[in-house]
């Protein structure tokens, strides 16, 4: 593009042929201010499968999920628990087993220093 003047250049349409490098030099008063060296790859489009993907992919980015789809984890009261027994997993079993054995270990403390306190006479 010889003797190209203004600010903006255009090549169209693109061909094949217009691979390489582009130099711009700009000019005052026929002498060279600045040369700027720019290189054009040029390829062909893109596959339409590759197209149809980029667009579902930025779909999957721009989804935002609505309060209504939030799902919150089930949290059972116990009277669930107890109430279905599918929900009595092994770890929600253990966990019931281990606040059994804690209450009954505290209520036999109660009663022992109850009745040692009792008996002592004081």
């Known amino acids: ?5 203004g600010n903006l250049a255009r090549i169209r349409p693109v061909q094949p042929t217009h691979r390489g490098t582009f130099a711009c030099v700009i000019t ?4 060279p201010l600045a040369r700027l060296y720019f290189f054009l790859n040029v390829t062909g489009p893109t596959p ?4 149809e993907l980029q667009l579902a992919f930025r779909e999957v980015l721009r989804w935002a999920p609505r309060e209504a789809e939030m799902i919150e984890p089930w949290r059972p009261s116990l009277g669930e628990l107890l109430a279905n027994p599918e929900a009595l997993t092994p770890s ?9 054995a804690l209450a009954s270990a505290g209520v036999t403390l109660l009663a022992w220093m109850f009745f040692r306190w009792y008996f002592s006479g004081n």
């Open 92 to 100: 929600n079993l253990g966990l019931l087993a281990t606040a059994a």
């Open 28 to 31: 005052h008063d026929q002498l």
């Open 1 to 5: 593009m010889p003797r190209a003047r």
């Open 48 to 51: 339409r499968g590759e197209t």
